[in-house]
């Protein structure tokens, strides 16, 4: 069923499931932002998309010796650590105003995803009634 989807939708499935993942870590930067300690989280939406659409720009890795951490089932998972723009005293990484900005951008994609998707079910269904509603 995933090819199906991947034919009529594109990429747009698999990066509104990233987008999505992005919301919650953002949402969670947000939530700790008084954490003292609290380092805040990002996906590397491009790197994550690449992987999850199976077009990697590096080489492919791959499991050499048995106990080794399958790549392919880690690689949608692996958030990285955000460079903090301001240092705090108490160790927390989370700029609010950052996390906002970065959070009504996520938004934004989550939303332009969702209605290319919408557009294509709109157009399929079109053409499967002829254009009668």
Same mark, same amino acid.
């Given at each position: 069923?995933?090819?199906?989807?991947?034919?009529l939708f594109?990429?747009?499935?698999q990066?509104?499931d990233?987008? $999505?993942r992005?919301?919650?870590?953002?949402?969670s930067?947000?939530?700790?932002?008084?954490?003292?300690? =609290?380092?805040?989280?990002d996906?590397?939406?491009?790197?994550a998309?690449s992987?999850?659409?199976?077009?990697?720009?590096?080489?492919p890795?791959? /499991?050499?010796q !048995?106990?080794? /951490?399958? !790549?392919?089932?880690?690689?949608t998972d692996?958030?990285? =650590?955000?460079?903090?723009? $301001?240092p705090?005293m108490?160790?927390n990484?989370?700029d609010?105003?950052?996390?906002q900005?970065?959070?009504?951008?996520?938004?934004?994609? =989550?939303?332009?995803?969702?209605?290319?998707?919408?557009?294509?079910?709109?157009?399929?269904?079109?053409a /499967?009634?002829g254009?009668q509603?």
């Amino acid at each position: 069923m995933t090819s199906i989807n991947d034919n009529l939708f594109g990429l747009h499935t698999q990066a509104l499931d990233l987008w $999505q993942r992005r919301s919650e870590v953002l949402a969670s930067n947000l939530a700790n932002a008084d954490t003292p300690g =609290y380092l805040a989280r990002d996906i590397d939406f491009k790197k994550a998309l690449s992987s999850a659409s199976g077009q990697s720009d590096s080489l492919p890795l791959s /499991i050499t010796q !048995p106990g080794q /951490i399958d !790549p392919k089932a880690q690689a949608t998972d692996q958030l990285a =650590y955000r460079v903090p723009s $301001q240092p705090t005293m108490d160790g927390n990484t989370v700029d609010t105003q950052a996390e906002q900005a970065s959070f009504a951008a996520n938004g934004v994609h =989550y939303q332009a995803s969702l209605s290319f998707i919408t557009a294509q079910i709109h157009m399929l269904r079109t053409a /499967i009634t002829g254009g009668q509603s």
